[in-house]
Nanobody
């Protein structure tokens, strides 16, 4: 198990910004992809964004495109999610994922490792 330690999150008013961080210890993930998922109460866990260092690519869910930015630090072991222009519908528990096995980046079954999650609450 390679732990993923998340930080950030919290509560903000609609239109505000927050940043999530996720640090992976152990093996580097420069040749792999890291992602953020979120799960609202009573709903499934959905992919928010993913970044793949080797091919320098990013992917976003349509609902966050243009508002959220995913990035990696220079070591490729810490992934960030900058969330701007937050909306109440962005309220959820956000999870960091790593150990991508390939396939659909937004399919949670394609990731081996998960962070503990961080609550993001956006009030109207």
């Amino acid at each position: 198990q390679v732990p993923l330690v998340e930080s950030g999150g919290g509560s903000v008013q609609s239109g505000g910004s927050l940043r999530l961080s996720c640090a992976a210890s152990g093996a580097t993930y420069r040749s792999n992809c890291m992602a953020w998922f979120r799960q609202a109460p009573g709903k499934e866990r959905d992919g928010v964004a993913a970044v793949c260092a080797r091919v320098s690519s990013t992917n976003y869910a349509d609902s966050v495109q243009g508002r959220f930015t995913i990035s990696l630090d220079n070591t490729g072991t810490t992934v960030y999610l900058q969330m701007n222009t937050l909306k109440p519908e962005d309220t959820a528990f956000y999870y960091c994922a790593a150990g991508f096995a390939g396939g659909d980046w937004s399919d949670q079954s394609n990731y081996f490792y998960w962070g503990q999650g961080a609550q993001v609450t956006v009030s109207a």
